[in-house]
């Protein structure tokens, strides 16, 4: 898999848009970017993925760019909940499903009341 | 939201004994992995398993580690015998057909003393 560099941490406040940058240069045409995210110590939760569209679902916006060597996940209004490591993932998605995700350090995101 | 449970939340076991960490994947997932969470560190693959064996395994999935599909809805972690070392949140994780979207159980944490 790609690897992914992310900012160590963020900062937001509350009902602000928070956006999460993640470069990604050596992606192959093949490697979507997935987002996760840990809440303190429990299960990772997917967010959203997307191979070179712009995406977009119910937890939030992923932009990505047209030489695919970057992304920024956007959440529109973001709440105290939203406070987490976020991770950029790139990965082969395939009907295989032997793929594996590879979790690098994430950027902390602490949304400030 | 179907989810994947994990049992037990908590476990604390004697250096060089036997556990068994357990995992429901959603119903209809036909893919079933094991990753671990050092504290304070990355999350870590372990082991993937479809159609009744490994996939792939992480050169931490040694000997001592074996994963189990007993029956059509558990699917196991096995330690033969614990180190300090295995210390750790232990989460699985299941993916569907399409093998887009990844769900993970809140995880067992697992404490060797």
């Known amino acids: 898999d790609a690897k992914t560099t992310q900012p160590t941490s963020m900062d937001c406040a509350e009902g602000r848009a928070a956006n999460l940058p993640c470069n990604h240069s050596t992606i192959s045409g093949n490697e979507y970017v997935y987002w996760y995210r840990q809440i303190h110590s429990q299960g990772p939760q997917y967010i959203i993925h997307?191979?070179?569209n712009n995406e977009t679902n119910e937890m939030a916006s992923l932009i990505i760019t047209e030489d695919r060597k970057s992304s920024t996940l956007i959440l529109p209004h973001a709440t105290l909940r939203d406070t987490a490591v976020y991770y950029c993932?790139?990965?082969?998605?395939?009907?295989?499903?032997?793929?594996?995700?590879?979790f690098g350090t994430g950027t902390r995101l602490t949304i400030i009341p | 939201e179907p989810e994947v449970t994990q049992t037990p939340s908590h476990q604390v076991t004697q250096m060089g004994q036997e556990v068994i960490l357990r995992c429901v994947p959603i119903?209809?997932?036909?893919?079933f992995y094991w990753y671990r969470q050092i504290l304070g560190q990355k999350v870590e693959f372990l082991v993937s398993?479809?159609?009744?064996?490994?996939?792939?395994k992480s050169e931490i999935f040694d000997d001592q580690f074996s994963v189990e599909r007993p029956d059509g809805s558990n699917f196991t972690l096995k330690i033969r015998s614990t180190k300090l070392e295995d210390s750790a949140m232990y989460f699985c994780a299941s993916l569907d057909l399409n093998g887009r979207e990844a769900f993970f159980g809140q995880g067992t944490r697992l404490t060797v003393v």
């Open positions: 997307g191979l070179k």
């Open positions: 119903s209809n997932h036909l893919y």
């Open positions: 993932i790139v990965r082969v998605a395939t009907n295989f499903g032997n793929e594996k995700l590879t």
């Open positions: 398993f479809y159609n009744n064996e490994i996939s792939e």
